[in-house]
């Protein structure tokens, strides 16, 4: 039985955005900072904050962050 093939070629071109200004970055670095002073955070939410920590620290993009493995975060 199983699963349907899964189409993932887009179905129109993607948008690019323009990149966030330096003071939004440092905005969102500080809520970060703010978030991980806390106590305790769900699972979810420690996850995200790793992936757009990396994002902010790295300036990775999309298809870089995808190909990560946990070799290459050693």
Do not use: I, N, Y
Not at 17 to 31: C, G, H, S
Not at 39 to 56: E, H, I, K, N, Y
Request: aromatic fraction near 2%; charged fraction near 25%; proline fraction near 11%.
């Amino acid at each position: 039985m199983g699963l349907p093939p899964l189409d993932l070629a887009p179905a129109e071109p993607v948008e690019l955005r323009p990149t966030p200004e330096p003071d939004r970055l440092l905005a969102l670095r500080r809520r970060l900072g703010d978030d991980l002073g806390r106590d305790s955070l769900p699972d979810g939410q420690v996850r995200f904050t790793a992936v757009v920590a990396m994002v902010l620290d790295t300036g990775a993009r999309s298809g870089e962050l995808v190909d990560q493995h946990l070799a290459h975060l050693a």
